[in-house]
């Protein structure tokens, strides 16, 4: 793998390696990077892995090939601490709760001793603190050059270690921010980049739709609003001119919530332009933010503040008549709703043209790899999305036994994944492999229903039960693996970037094959245009993807030399349909029973009597 990097890298083309897990991809092509004398940016899933990737597999490779470069660690605006908002924060002086105000004290005292001004090197305060938003910048309200603490902002001094850097880790939200609408002020902070590495890849297709998209929220109108109010404090006579329009903002948007409550949770903007009362609360919004940017405009020479505020209102305007316009046909125009609020988008229909030319512009040499991009070795569909035309590419097997250290259990009987008691029988047919396991299981659903009812089920059960959205998703993690013997239950989040090693877990359970939800409007746009195009929406699309996020959540189980578990896939349609050999195809090359006692005799077997024998 170093070496198909070292080649990419030199001869500035695109790369698609899938590097099983324990092949050590990091390191194969952190070397070829450090040691290509080019300006590279590393860009991975998460902040977490990001950190790990710069504060312990980075220095590792730097020490064993004595490289002397110049490296840096760039997040996100939002990781930064904002000392101007910090200050304003303070001096607001509205705080909704004694905690806060501690809160508020113990971030002003970490501003005094900090270098870098980084969330994560903080823990006093939560991470999902209401104060974090209060302190922070966005590229809305920031004042940048004509910000007074510019000298000393945290988020300039990290871009600019970033521009002066050899290697860059980035995360994909931050590189696609920069790289696809510049979104985060100050222009490119991430210029010159002669390569472009992008670990856990997998996640790109739908990263880069969000960040091709067209959005507004109501909670960006809401904060507008209140920011208007808080920059009347430091202009005189402003409040009085201001105050009605401000005050117009929170009942227009709660009265468009409550016109949009009758529609679905998530749909096509069709639904809204068939409802004539939701159109007039919409309409009514969209005059209310024109009203409060046209009052803002006779304020905005007051302060570099106010002028900020007028220009954030003016983008909040356009993207709102942009969503709410409907009729372009190269874009899906869909809603979200929340319980406070609501988000409408304008997302592409095709992101491979975009990303393409977005590469064409870079002249940059282009490496994807993660540990699932093909689909029985065929990487079509990846490429597809990401209008990758004729990359190089490069399937490397995971070093692990799985022949010795796995067994894939399909049980017999379970009833078609639509059966209204399905959830039930994948309970009752997962209790004895659980029992066999000793606990040390993770059970992933494909629905929060699901793994709802699968809690209620399991409520008896003799191992300590650990469910999602119960705790924090590190916590839960931490608790399970100190019990031993856990149960954990999850759904979307624990599929993905969770690595327990050792016998903490030895068995996973999958529910159903993870299809995604029909319900998706931007998917159904994209299947409807396959259609129409003549091709198979469900082979060329549908199964694919699925086939992807199954091997992530089966690629929980086997994370190093010594462990040892059983994989239940309990959808039927594995053994009773013809695309079902595909899913198997596609995973580590383990040995298939569909014999209850088969795993118990796998869970018989001691660790160290297998050691023996090896």
């Known amino acids: ?11 500035h083309h695109s790369l698609i390696a899938e590097a099983g897990t324990g092949t050590g991809k990091t390191f194969a092509y952190l070397v070829p990077a450090l040691r290509s004398g080019k300006r590279v940016i590393v860009s991975t899933g998460t902040k977490t892995l990001q950190d790990q990737l710069f504060h312990r597999d980075l220095p590792r490779v730097r020490e064993v090939i004595g490289a002397r470069l110049r490296t840096s660690l760039l997040k996100g605006r939002a990781n930064y601490l904002c000392l101007y908002r910090t200050e304003q924060t303070a001096k607001d002086g509205r705080f909704t709760s004694r905690e806060q105000i501690g809160h508020l004290h113990a971030i002003r005292a970490w501003a005094q001793r900090t270098g870098s001004g980084d969330r994560g090197e903080f823990a006093e305060v939560p991470e999902d603190s209401p104060l974090w938003p209060r302190v922070t910048s966005t590229t809305e309200n920031c004042l940048g050059a004509d ?38 002020g100050f222009g490119e902070i991430l210029p010159g980049a002669q390569a472009f590495i992008l670990d856990e890849a997998h996640q790109i297709p739908e990263l880069a739709g969000v960040f091709f998209s067209t959005s507004i929220t109501s909670r960006q109108i809401t904060e507008l609003a209140q920011d208007a109010l808080a920059e009347c404090a430091t202009v005189s006579g402003a409040l009085a001119s201001l105050r009605e329009s401000i005050e117009a903002i929170a009942p227009a948007v709660r009265r468009a919530r409550l016109a949009l409550d009758k529609l679905p949770l998530k749909g096509a903007f069709a639904l809204i332009e068939s409802d004539s009362g939701t159109q007039t609360e919409l309409h009514a919004l969209d005059e209310t933010l024109r009203n409060l940017a046209s009052a ?89 999305q990401l209008g990758l035309d004729d990359p190089v590419a490069l399937s490397l097997a995971s070093p692990f036994d799985y022949q010795r250290q796995a067994l894939a259990y399909l049980p017999k009987g379970l009833s078609d994944p639509n059966a209204p008691d399905y959830t039930e029988q994948v309970i ?62 999850g759904a979307a989040s624990f599929w993905e970037g969770v690595d327990v090693v050792g016998e903490a877990l030895s068995c996973v359970v999958i529910d159903k094959l993870p299809f995604a939800a029909p319900d998706d409007p931007v998917l159904v746009a994209r299947l409807n245009a396959l259609r129409e195009n003549g091709g198979n929406p469900f082979f060329e699309w549908q199964v694919p993807a699925a086939v992807i996020a199954l091997k992530q959540g089966a690629g929980r189980l086997i994370r190093d030399t010594t462990d ?43 660790p160290l009597a297998l050691a023996e024998e090896g």
């Open 1 to 11: 793998m170093a070496e198909a990097v070292e080649d990419a890298i030199a001869e």
């Open 296 to 384: 803002l405009a006779t304020q905005k020479d007051r302060s570099r503040g106010m002028d900020s505020t007028h220009e954030r209102a003016e983008t909040l305007c356009q993207r709102l008549r942009d969503v709410l316009d409907g009729g372009a046909h190269d874009a899906v125009h869909w809603y979200e709703l929340f319980p406070q609020g609501f988000s409408f988008h304008a997302t592409p229909l095709d992101l491979a043209p975009p990303l393409r030319a977005l590469r064409e512009q870079s002249r940059a040499s282009w490496i994807f790899t993660s540990a699932t991009l093909s689909v029985a070795g065929d990487f079509d569909h990846f490429a597809r």
């Open 564 to 606: 040892r578990g059983v994989l239940m896939l309990c959808d039927p349609r594995l053994t009773s349909r013809a695309y079902g050999k595909l899913f198997l195809r596609s995973l580590p090359p383990m040995p298939i029973s569909r014999e209850l006692g088969d795993v118990q005799k796998f869970f018989a077997v001691s």
């Open 147 to 184: 910000c007074p603490m510019f000298g000393d902002c945290f988020v300039v001094k990290a871009r600019r270690a970033a521009q002066e850097a050899d290697l860059v880790v980035v995360n994909h939200h931050l590189l696609f921010a920069d790289l696809a609408i510049k979104q985060e």
């Open 428 to 489: 009752a047919a997962a209790r004895p492999v659980l029992d066999a396991a000793r606990g040390r299981t993770f059970l992933l659903f494909t629905s929060h229903r699901a793994l709802k009812r699968a809690a209620e089920l399991l409520a008896d059960l003799p191992f300590p039960l650990f469910i999602q959205g119960t705790a924090p998703r590190h916590q839960l993690l931490t608790e399970f693996r100190a019990s031993g013997n856990g149960v954990l239950l």
